[in-house]
């Protein structure tokens, strides 16, 4: 199993894309969000993943650096279903209200011609808090973060003894704590360096920084801390300094993944 991060800034990034990853497992694959635009196409096309491979999307929430390139992805899809070049179905996991919203968005901006597969092979699947579904072989938990700002769900899946959590791009709560502690694997959000707050201001806008995120894995006993949904006004060093910054908190392995960049589960 592997996760390959599409994405890896937050919403206003201009130098590398908003926050969307891939978690496959063989031929099978798993899309989480979709950024802001098409984009999203350009970077499975570097990966080397077609959207022809792509039947399974989770969507965390109706921010537009995570929903639009789902309007994308569907566009797309519905076209080539139309030209008999898709196999298959697509389903689309997601809360109430980004069901909703999609419903809408596709209505309001794509062609009948394309909005016609909705409900006969493109599905919108709600899903609520604490709803469990087989994906990739395994088990995965979807649940509310409980966020402030717009309702979002993260996730948590569980294959192989492995548990990879991912608790969308707001700060942790405690009612996550079940999906959260003990993680192989946990994909939080680091705004920005705890040093750097004053600059970029992650508290006032509900985020969290890097020293955050890295203390919070050390509570929740976390093997694997996957920092995402950052900054991008240092990106040539992000790595080292995130890297650097969450190594004074967390004792365990960081990993502060480029765009594209291959993550594997071991």
């Known amino acids: 199993m592997k996760i390959t991060m599409l994405g890896t800034g937050n919403a206003l990034v201009t130098k590398c894309y908003n926050t969307c990853f891939v ?18 196409l350009v970077n499975l096309e570097k990966i080397g993943l077609s959207w022809k491979n792509i039947h399974s999307i989770f969507v965390t929430h109706k921010h537009i650096d995570h929903i639009l390139g789902i309007i994308w992805m569907i566009r797309i899809i519905a076209q080539n279903m139309k030209k008999g070049t898709y196999e298959g179905d697509l389903v689309i996991y997601a809360h109430d209200e980004v069901i909703s919203i999609l419903m809408e968005m596709t209505h309001l901006l794509l062609q009948k011609s394309q909005t016609e597969y909705i409900g006969k092979r493109i599905f919108l699947v709600e899903v609520k808090d604490g709803e469990e579904r087989e994906t990739l072989g395994g088990k995965i938990t979807f649940f509310d973060i409980h966020s402030t700002k717009a309702k979002q769900f993260g996730f948590s899946l569980v294959k192989n003894g492995k548990k990879i959590t991912c608790l969308g791009d707001e700060p942790y709560m405690d009612a996550e704590e079940v999906y959260a502690r003990n993680a192989d694997y946990l994909m939080s959000e680091a705004f920005c360096l705890y040093e750097e707050r004053d600059v970029f201001h992650p508290y006032e806008k509900n985020h969290s920084t890097v020293k955050d995120a890295a203390e919070l894995a050390t509570k929740l006993n976390v093997r694997n801390l996957i920092l995402y949904h950052t900054e991008d ?17 967390f004792s365990q392995n960081v990993i502060v993944p480029e765009d594209l960049e291959v993550i594997e589960i071991q």
Do not use: P
């Open 233 to 249: 006004k240092n990106i040539r060093n992000r790595k080292e300094l995130y890297t650097k910054e969450a190594k004074e908190y």
């Open 23 to 40: 978690i496959s497992e063989g031929n099978e694959h798993l899309l989480v969000d979709a950024g802001g635009g098409n984009q999203i």
